[in-house]
């Protein structure tokens, strides 16, 4: 028997080490947009983090090493990690250890410039950390975004909602100077146009109804005009922000599917509070996708949308290889 125990709004963490059997090196740490109880395949990740402390970090790299030479591993490692906040202190839980390469590898050495892949094999020959010259965590020099890149749009009526099941085909990546541009470009990337203008429709789940208000004026500031339903709605208008009452599917006409068929939506916020392709929340987020109108359905990636759409409106893309990114 297996036995769980779910963490709620927790941050997940992935990292990457190389361990010759007598030192370990970091190699990256990735910090997950999306909460913990997404897989990490489909979570969208940042290298370096962008919300963690330096404590917490510190308190990562210590578990790493403890783990990798307790293990004996001799090549590469992967941790998952989860920090959550309890009671204004941050905790820190091991999810699952895996002394072998992970997925994250060719998004690591993309990111910092270092052939992970390659030491690792010349770690597991026989080679030293020492002889190798590696001792200290590469410092990537910009930010770097990995996103995931879904087929929805081939499997009509399919409900998009993210957990633990990967439901993800593939992998882009963005790069800048800044983490909400690279959020920006990885969006991009993926196909995900995020919007200049329009109207927004907003619907959280009964545990993200404090953060509606916050969410709300930041879309709000950005220029465009909010969708909601009663609930959502009702939150909305106790904060002083102007939103256009819409009708669930159940009530009748016009709800958001009448929205959607006549492209007056142009960006969805939507944490379900139930999942299912037969469920409001669910066809709505179908609809969605056969509109082509983008829908994020966790409250983090909602707010990563928004510092990228400010930052779009802020300043120009500019485009520059790795390669030559690197041999500057």
């Known amino acids: 028997m297996l036995i769980d125990r779910f963490l709620e709004d927790a941050t997940e963490v992935d990292v990457d080490a190389l361990s010759d059997g007598n030192r370990c090196v970091v190699m990256g740490i990735m910090e997950h947009i999306e909460e913990a109880g997404v897989h990490s395949g489909d979570s969208a990740c940042s290298i370096p983090t962008f ?14 090493h403890q783990l990798a030479k307790r293990l004996s591993v001799v090549g590469l490692m992967n941790i998952q990690f989860a920090v959550k906040d309890e009671d204004g202190t941050p905790t820190l839980y091991i999810l699952e250890v895996n002394p ?36 200290d965590e590469p410092v990537p020099k910009q930010v770097s975004v990995k996103e995931s890149v879904f087929p929805f749009r ?3 009526g399919v409900d998009i909602v993210l957990g633990p099941e990967m439901r ?3 992998e882009v990546m963005g790069v800048s100077d800044s983490f909400a541009l690279a959020f920006a470009k990885s969006q991009i990337a993926a196909g995900t146009v995020l919007p200049e203008s329009g109207n927004v429709f907003i619907s959280l ?7 509606v208000a916050v969410l709300a004026k930041q879309i709000r500031d950005l220029g465009f005009d909010i969708l909601a339903t009663a609930g959502t709605a009702a939150r909305i208008e106790e904060a002083g922000i102007p939103v256009t009452r819409i009708k669930k599917i159940a009530e009748g006409n016009p709800n958001l599917l009448d929205y959607l068929k006549n492209g007056e939506v142009q960006l969805i916020l939507n944490t379900p509070s139930g999942k299912g392709a037969r469920t409001d929340e669910g066809k709505i987020r179908a609809a969605a996708v056969q509109a082509g109108v983008p829908c994020i359905t966790t409250l983090s990636a909602a707010e990563a949308a928004c510092m990228a759409m400010a930052a779009l409106r802020a300043g120009e893309l500019d485009v520059q290889s790795l390669q030559k990114r690197y041999a500057e």
């Open 168 to 170: 993800s085909t593939g």
């Open 205 to 211: 789940s009964s545990r993200h109804k404090e953060e």
């Open 51 to 64: 919300t963690l402390s330096e404590r917490t970090l510190g308190e990562i790299r210590l578990a790493t």
């Open 154 to 156: 081939k499997f009509a």
């Open 100 to 135: 072998r390469a992970s997925r994250t590898v060719p998004f690591v050495a993309k990111a910092t410039g270092v052939a992970v892949a390659k030491l690792a094999t010349k770690v597991m020959t026989g080679m030293t950390l020492d002889e190798l010259g590696i001792y």
